[in-house]
């Protein structure tokens, strides 16, 4: 797997041509801090040994397991210093100044000896991880002899926090997947599992002293009536966290709490605010079932859990969630409301408070610290607990300036579950876990990064590697060498480079960026290439028109009733999914748009044109094409250039409860002489239920049997505001999805 080869001649004294070695180019992710070629190297061959005293024999071990399976011969250990053929691990102070934290490390490979250097026993394993990279990408030659390219690196990561969340709850994967990522999180300098271990769709873990949590709770019927589930036993978990640490991976274990909990509470309905029986979770979503925080008999049980989490994960952290906790429950509960009462506390955010706090009280008696997501800085954050920022970065933001530590991860970039066309590699390349607003005596608070990986759209380990790689390389390199978007390019191409090398270690990864894009100016829509050496072509649909793929030449005109669908093309061959983008002929004659409530700043649809752009959304609401408002009505007006006669107004409505998007409950028109005093011309209110599950578009259409003229036009679309009582997320504000108004 070489993948540049350059060959020098050079004139000696003589006048005769001196043949000097070729350098053959190796692609290391997350790129060192620095990396020189030599024009030499080493060969390694059975003969070769590793050296490395008492205190390196756990790496050398490791070392020797690596060459055993690359090159299929064995190498010995001694240790006895030697300077010929050798591998010489140690772990000894680094001459650079610069590079003195833990996990520095400093690798030389010359001709008769390799060298690796770690500032402690973490620092000489990522050493010997880059050499791994190196070892994957060498020809073998003369049978049992390997040629290593001769190179110096100097290295050290910017962030001690670099880990992959992985949900094995919405979907269970088995103890081999679950080594396998804690492999591949090692070979990329990775050193965090964040293991979600507990949800509302099923309890993975475990617990000897509540059996029904696995026997029931690790269990669900879907909607299909299969039963569906499985979880891991504490012999499972011993074997990942041994294999983790001989990886230098630290698992953090996440035990939900005091929401997503609906399977525990399936187990045992005493956890609960009614104590009546539910069933497991089998629809994602967030859920109103949530831990009782007025019952003593509540924190006996997560205690007693957690006590046996502690005893099986080593590492100082255990992640508590904390995040999307409906309070619904809690609002009716007298427990609850008395608990409020006999703690002094404000509302239902500062019992949230209260509960986080006393689980905190309880790890740090046990020498155990707490991470939650950012919604534990509501009520007022623990003493001691560390942010896991979700929603944006303010959540870290907060707390670091608050001197709290952070990990962030936000949506925007490190959410990997999110299609392409949200998150891609360059997305999530571009992100900086630091904000340049952060002052720089508070940026240390700033532990690192994490990327997302939930799966309630994730069933097999095939999805799982698509959606995760190369994404995840990506991340690896922020939080190993920094952010500096001006290198992309350069990473892409390792990134190439790695393909093969991920083929050898069995990863079914995806593509790094959708193919092609489509841009919308004016009339036309142009075919954008993402990736190299591809064709495009395209096809129109419409009403009374059955098109074929065409080669695409020239800008499209869309401004029409119809479907595009575009694709590429590679070796004839068509190469990632096909893009289809519904287009609608636009409003004439619109002078301005305003809006009397704004639309989110995450879902803004095309900005204030959004809405007449001719661009319908799809059944992906973070298509780019909806405009969202969050707990509030969608009221839009309109001032057309000259009066303009009005036959029909229709919008189109997304519904999802799931994610708390509701269609509207009616749409109204009116219309205005001078944009002051309006006169309602008609409204219809919607005819699909609330509770109706799925993800749908809803079209609404007035039509006017008496047509009338409009100089200003408002419509309307009356939202349900919050989130109704009988939903899990019963009270919390609820979403409105308004795309395309057309109007004839």
Not at 408 to 420: K, N, Q, R, V
Not at 469 to 482: H, T, Y
Request: hydrophobic share 35%; charged share 25%.
């Amino acid at each position: 797997m070489i993948h540049l080869a350059i060959m020098s001649l050079i004139m000696s004294c003589t006048g005769r041509k001196e043949k000097v070695e070729m350098i053959e180019t190796v692609s290391i992710i997350p790129i060192p801090n620095s990396f020189t070629y030599s024009t030499n190297s080493f060969v390694l061959n059975p003969d070769t040994k590793i050296y490395a005293p008492q205190e390196c024999l756990v790496e050398a071990e490791f070392l020797q397991m690596l060459i055993k399976n690359e090159f299929e011969f064995t190498v010995s250990i001694q240790s006895t210093e030697c300077e010929s053929n050798c591998i010489k691990l140690t772990t000894n102070q680094i001459s650079d100044s610069t590079h003195q934290g833990a996990e520095a490390y400093h690798l030389i490979i010359e001709p008769s000896l390799i060298t690796i250097n770690g500032h402690s026993n973490q620092g000489l394993f990522w050493g010997i991880q880059s050499l791994h990279q190196v070892f994957n990408q060498t020809d073998h030659q003369d049978g049992y002899a390997a040629r290593i390219q001769g190179l110096k690196i100097l290295d050290q990561p910017k962030f001690r926090h670099r880990g992959l969340l992985l949900d094995c709850c919405r979907h269970f994967f088995s103890k081999d997947v679950v080594k396998k990522y804690i492999e591949l999180l090692s070979y990329y300098k990775m050193n965090v599992l964040h293991w979600h271990l507990t949800e509302d769709q099923g309890w993975r873990i475990e617990i000897e002293k509540y059996p029904e949590l696995t026997q029931h709770g690790a269990w669900r019927i879907d909607a299909d009536g299969i039963r569906y589930g499985g979880y891991y036993t504490k012999e499972d978990i011993q074997e990942i966290v041994a294999f983790a640490t001989k990886h230098q991976v630290n698992i953090i274990p996440e035990i939900e709490l005091p929401g997503h909990s609906q399977a525990a509470i399936s187990s045992y309905p005493y956890l609960s605010c009614k104590q009546e029986n539910v069933a497991v979770a089998n629809d994602w979503g967030v859920f109103k079932e949530i831990y009782c925080a007025g019952n003593d008999s509540t924190f006996e049980f997560i205690e007693n859990v957690l006590k046996e989490v502690m005893e099986l994960f080593p590492y100082q952290y255990i992640h508590i969630g904390g995040d999307e906790a409906p309070k619904y429950r809690w609002e009716k509960c007298d427990k609850c409301q008395k608990r409020l009462v006999s703690e002094n506390l404000k509302d239902e955010h500062e019992l949230q408070s209260y509960f986080i706090q006393r689980i905190e009280t309880f790890l740090n008696a046990h020498d155990k610290k707490l991470i939650g997501w950012d919604e534990i800085l509501e009520g007022g954050l623990s003493p001691n607990a560390t942010v896991q920022s979700w929603r944006g970065i303010d959540g870290g933001m907060r707390a670091a300036k608050n001197e709290h530590y952070a990990i962030m991860s936000p949506t925007s970039h490190c959410y990997i579950d999110y299609p392409l066309d949200a998150i891609d590699l360059k997305k999530v390349y571009s992100f900086n876990p630091i904000p340049d607003s952060l002052s720089p005596d508070k940026q240390h608070y700033i532990l690192g990064g994490e990327v997302n990986m939930w799966t309630e759209h994730v069933p097999d380990e095939k999805n799982l590697d698509s959606k995760v790689f190369p994404r995840m390389l990506a991340l690896s390199e922020v939080l190993w060498s920094g952010t500096d978007t001006s290198r992309y390019e350069n990473f892409r191409n390792r990134v190439y480079n790695h393909f093969d090398v991920l083929d050898s270690l069995g990863v079914a990864y995806g593509a790094e960026a959708i193919p092609i894009r489509l841009i919308t100016k004016g009339d036309s829509t142009y075919i954008i290439k993402n990736n190299r050496n591809i064709d495009l072509q395209y096809l129109i649909e419409t009403a009374d028109c059955t098109a074929k793929f065409q080669p695409y030449k020239e800008p499209i005109y869309t401004n029409m009733d119809g479907m595009l669908k575009a694709r590429s093309v590679k070796n004839l061959v068509p190469f990632g999914e096909t893009i289809e983008q519904h287009f609608c002929k636009r409003a004439e004659n619109v002078q301005s748009i305003s809006y009397r409530n704004m639309f989110s700043e995450n879902y803004v649809g095309g900005g204030n044109n959004g809405l007449f752009d001719g661009k319908l959304g799809s059944l992906n609401f973070r298509d780019g094409n909806w405009q969202g408002f969050w707990g509030k009505h969608a009221e839009v007006t309109i001032a057309f250039e000259n009066e303009q006669v009005i036959n029909q107004v229709s919008a189109q409505f997304y519904h999802y409860i799931n994610s708390w998007i509701f269609r509207p409950e009616s749409m109204e028109v009116s219309v205005s002489e001078n944009g002051t005093n309006w006169i309602p011309m008609g409204n219809i209110k919607s005819e699909i239920q609330k509770k109706k599950r799925g993800k749908m578009i809803i079209p609404m259409s007035i039509n006017f049997k008496r047509p009338f003229l409009a100089k200003y036009l408002k419509i309307k679309a009356l939202s349900v505001l919050q989130v109704p009582g009988w939903h899990e997320a019963a009270g919390a504000d609820a979403w409105l999805f308004i795309d395309e108004i057309k109007i004839q």
